[in-house]
């Protein structure tokens, strides 16, 4: 996801900026206004869909990033606890969960405050959610479609293979 700094000078709002890493990228998008966009990105496991807000007072750029289900009733508190168990597990961000639509994602907010360029900062956030959401998808669809437990879940999704086969 390395770019270089030079064609990416004369973006002034960080939406803007992501728009063209999102051309690069060949990723679909849409600008819902000058300060909003939203991505499509294509994991491993499934379509991500990704919103962008910049907020110009704040400085401050907002990343949601949201899974293709959602979350039932009757598996609410085990999601609970999976997600407290992998935001310990987290540098930058968080999963969260949106009670009245059941929609599970991760969300980031990255202050930008006096930074002459943006760049790195932008690609690290898209690196930085896309790489949270692939390494923890599985475990919460084992919670949700399997009904495994949270700790399970985790378990059987972040192995770690040893040696050479």
């Not at 961000?93 to 009670?99: A, N, Q, S, V, Y």
């Not at 790489?131 to 599985?138: G, H, L, P, S, V």
């Given at each position: 996801m390395a770019t270089t700094q030079p064609i990416y000078d004369h973006f002034t709002n960080p939406v803007d900026m992501v728009e063209h890493i999102a051309t690069i990228h060949h990723w679909t998008f849409e600008r819902s206004a000058p300060d909003e966009l939203t991505?499509?990105?294509?994991?491993?496991?499934?379509d991500y869909h990704i919103?962008?807000?910049?907020?110009?007072?704040?400085?401050?750029l907002h990343l949601a990033c949201a899974f293709d289900f959602r979350v039932s009733?009757?598996?609410l508190a085990e999601i609970y606890r999976l997600m407290a168990l992998v935001n310990e597990q987290l540098w930058l961000?968080?999963?969260?969960?949106?009670?009245e639509d059941g929609l599970l994602l991760y969300r980031h907010g990255l202050l930008l405050a006096g930074a002459d360029t943006h760049v790195g900062q932008c690609?690290?956030?898209l690196k930085a959610a896309l790489?949270?959401?692939?390494?923890?998808?599985?475990?919460?669809?084992f919670v949700l479609w399997a009904g495994k437990s949270a700790e399970d879940a985790l378990a059987a999704t972040l192995f770690e293979t040893q040696g050479h086969a």
């Open positions: 991505l499509t990105v294509s994991g491993s496991w499934c919103s962008l807000t910049w907020r110009d007072d704040l400085e401050a009733k009757q598996r961000g968080h999963f969260d969960l949106w009670r690609e690290a956030l790489e949270a959401c692939e390494r923890y998808y599985q475990s919460f669809q």
